[in-house]
């Protein structure tokens, strides 16, 4: 069953030097229950898929075209007030960085019952009862104490914890993880990461894994999609794209992945850098976006933009696939 | 928190010994009160016993010692112009200014803190633009133009409100006088406190706008939207709360100063409060006045910032933790 459909996702900045399209054809889908990792480099516009998806968009950016389903239902083009009911209940987020995502002056507690009582028929005390087996749930020793504790009072990696049962508590059906490990120490992401799995697959919530971490989605996803200046290059089941990468990019992307067992004197990086949709008119090359970078370019990829085409087990946007 | 309190107050000694010592200079350097007393023509011999009896052949920090112990107990002396004691023309005069500084100040909070959320989160809307625009005539007009010209429509030419005193006045309990018992008395504080209140109520508009713009943009706030809180909690909820730490120091502040400097609006509206007995004490040099009100500001700027900072307390749980931190490291 499908859960979340995007179709052409095409979303515009407009700002003083004209108009950016920082994201510029995006489609994918994401099943019931499953993990779909989102991976690229920054400004590729991995984050901003999410923030279109949820309405949650900054100014003055837009959606400019195309179309996002939600269990069935066109949700890009919902009055704010139905879009804001959505959220939470049934499309939870997690950002980046837990120092900052907890408000500083409510306690854990007040801020979970706070989220439940906004979207479940729920009393003060039930909600409190639900808000104690959350944190216990999410792995906060103490839980019975530590409701009552304000976000500064807990580690990153507990606040981390704290913002995932935040984002889970109303139940949603999806979930969309913006980066919910970079800004945490190596050793907590691990946790975090399986807290997430563990999570994901005992309630049969959906995943939408952003991050640059191949490592995190190598561990947790289902299936990937690489995105490239805006539009996905790449997708397919994990296996197959980790294995067998068919775009030059995800192949680049991977063998810029440091392994312990290869000893290199240097590492390896894909030369030239990612062509930035800023609205200036020569920002984004005709043809293929990474074409300037591509160790393989040929004639057709200077002229015509590939479009995403069945190779193997994956969809890929290359003309060499 | 005790300790905290504490060592506030002790911090609070040193500034008010030192205020005390410039309004006892006064009485040193600013006239001779045996000269007044006596007059020109009296002998060496009178001088002396007259300043014997007053104690002014004491040392100078014997004297001054002398006038600290009085003022702790209230006495201030009495009054050159009037010849009352100091401590009873101040009682009469401090609910008049007290009552007039409450209302400019909660006036000025009351309309201030929604203008400025309202400006914040509707930034570009024409209300808002219209509330930048006028807030920006309230910071700079000066506070007597502003008495005069409210005089002018509301007093001269509406007719709808009193020009000038305190109107019909109650006593309540010993010492405490209120205007708020009649309608003739409520209907003179208007004017003098809008003129007293409307820069604090722009300051507080302005600084409330420009602390939401800031919080809006955090990560805590697209949070709080992802998880679907309604704009209602969002915004005065959790937006709200956190840009009151620095609305509370501007307004504690002010509120010293409105209290400070009501002397302007005061003498517009001969409004029978402190500012006023202050400018009628500086006219005729009556010292004694002078150095009992500068010592009472410095007071009540204690007791404000004392107040600031136990409401951080209330508002601002991290600082909870410092004091507490700060208090077992004192033990």
Redesign the interface.
Known sequence: MTLLSVRDLVVEIPSRRGLARPIDGVSFDIEKGEILGIVGESGAGKSLTGAAI?G?LPNPGRIAGGMVLFDGNRIDDLPATRM??????RI??I?Q?PL????????VGQQLV??MR??LPLSDTAARTRARDWLDRVGIPAANRRIDA?P??FSGGQRQRV?IA??LC?EPDLLIADEPTTALDVSVQAHIIALLRALARERGTAVMLITHDMGVIAEIADRVAVMYAGRIVEIGPVDAVIRHPTHPYTDGLMGTIPSVARRLDRLRQIDGSMPRPNGTRDAMPVGCAFHPRCPKVFDRCRQERPVLHTAGASLVACWLA | MFAFIASRILQAVPVLLAVGLIAFALFAYVGDPVTIILGQDATDAQRRALAHDLGLDRPFFVQYAHYLWSAAQGDFGISLRLAQPVSALIAERLPATLELAVTASVLAFAVGVPMGVHAGIHRDSFVSRLFMVVSLIGVSLPTFVLGILLILVFSVSLNWLPSFGRGPVVAVGSWWTTGFTSWAGIRALILPAVTLGLFQMTLIMRLVRSEMLEVLR???I??????????R?IHFS?AL??TLVPVITIIGLQFGGIVAFSLVTETVFQWPGMGLLLVQSVVSADIPVMSAYLLLIALLFVAINLTVDLLYFC????LR?LGRRAETRGR
């Open positions: 949820t949650l804001r009911r959505l959220r939470g209940r939870g987020m950002f960085d900052t995502t907890l408000d500083p002056l409510f306690t706070e989220t906004t979207h304000y500064h009072e913002v935040l984002a109303a | 955090t990560d805590y697209r949070f709080a939207r992802a998880r679907g809180l309604t704009d909690a959790h709360k956190n508002v601002d749980p991290r933790a």
